[in-house]
């Protein structure tokens, strides 16, 4: 019985350790509380914060698919297709001195079948990966890679009314809501074609290493809008003014523009004035037809050389002049909305310029926007 009796307590004990153990492996730990996206709506639709901050962010973009036609639109043929693609990342933040944003905008253009690194801002300057804009904003200060005033235009396509818009810059806007000015400084390296230093039988290429200042103001009154900006290239020593109008009338907007350039330039050179009209119909909630008209006084000529005298040498500059020919362009933009994120724009114009042939050129686009 002793024996027995040992045997049994000694069983006992094992089994009530063994338990211990065991019931100490299982013990799991507390559960870490998990934290919700939240949509941040101080910004607009699509915010959300990112978790852990008080930093909103959203994404967006679009896919486009674009055929070209006009003549000698890709090289020597008459119509050209692309396709682009666009990633854009917003973040905004609210501090004690206003709104902080940090903006990048990715762009993909494939106008061939083969790779290329060529990166261009039109769908047919080539294939390539770039960062389209680039920029940080605080308050009324916005630096960066961003679109000047000078890309805002009608809402047609039968307006040309810019010539080049995207630049590294420093701006400050006033807003005031119903109201608004600025003044913009620009960096336009690029944007001529230099100059040309000839010393002995040797010519020497200078690229430019330009800038530009542009101006503007604008307000809006009920469904009227106005805009007024002027921008003046200091490497060329010419400027442009421009005027914008747009108001709600009857079933659609109406759009008036009138631009103004002393001299060729980085923000205008298409001609020393133009006027340009559209009625922008609104037919049903997804179509949007767009007649327009432009009437462009005293067009560019092909660059022209020019010599001046400097330090014993001769320098000669590629400028853009003004010829006394005129031009006119008419056409009607189309705009449908397919479905929600889907939509299609379809664009003709007619183009005649004096002591020229006359030619028909537009686009065909379908675009997936996200």
């Known amino acids: 019985m002793n024996i027995k009796s040992l045997l049994i307590g000694s069983a006992a004990a094992l089994a009530a350790v063994s338990g211990a153990q065991a019931a100490d492996a299982i013990v799991a730990a507390e559960p870490e509380p998990l934290e919700y996206v939240r949509v ?64 990048i905008g990715f762009r993909g253009n494939a106008d061939s079948g083969i790779g290329g690194s060529t990166a261009g801002t039109s769908g047919n300057q080539g294939s390539g990966v770039f960062v389209d804009q680039a920029f940080i904003e605080l308050g009324g200060l916005k630096v960066g890679k961003f679109y000047s005033w ?9 307006d040309v009314l810019s ?31 230099g100059s040309y230093r000839v010393v002995g039988a040797a010519t020497v290429v200078e690229n430019d290493n330009n800038v ?87 067009v560019a000529t092909t660059a022209s050389l020019s010599s001046t005298a400097l330090s014993g040498a001769t320098t000669l500059r590629l400028a853009d002049d003004f010829s006394d020919r005129d031009a006119w362009q008419a056409g009607v933009t189309v705009d449908y909305k397919i479905t929600q994120g889907l939509s299609a724009k379809i664009t003709a114009n007619y183009f005649d310029e004096d002591e020229r042939d006359d030619q028909v050129n537009g686009f065909v686009r379908l675009q997936r926007s996200f």
């Open 163 to 193: 010539r080049y818009a995207l630049f590294n810059s420093v701006r400050y806007t006033y807003d005031a809501g119903s109201f608004w000015a600025g003044v913009s400084v620009d960096e336009l390296e690029g944007t001529n074609v």
């Open 150 to 158: 000078w890309d805002d235009g009608l809402s047609g396509e039968t």
């Open 212 to 298: 530009g200042i542009t101006a503007g103001i604008g307000g809006k009154v009920g469904g009227a809008k106005l805009q007024l900006i002027g921008g003046y290239d200091v490497d060329q020593e010419e400027g442009a003014v421009r005027l914008i109008a747009t108001a709600d009338f009857g079933p659609g907007t109406l759009g008036l523009a009138g631009v103004w350039a002393s001299g060729g330039n980085a923000y205008y050179n298409q001609s020393e004035w133009a006027v340009a009209a559209e009625y922008a119909i609104k037919a049903t909630d997804k179509l949007t037809i767009t007649p327009g008209a432009q009437w462009f006084g005293n």
């Open 40 to 103: 941040c709506d101080a910004f607009g639709t699509g915010f959300f914060y990112i978790p852990g901050t008080e930093t909103c962010l959203k994404f967006g973009g679009y896919v486009r698919f674009q055929t070209n036609f006009g003549r000698d639109a890709s090289g020597t043929s008459d119509w050209d297709s692309f396709t682009r693609a666009q990633f854009e990342v917003d973040t905004k933040t609210d501090t004690e001195l206003g709104a902080l944003r940090g903006f």
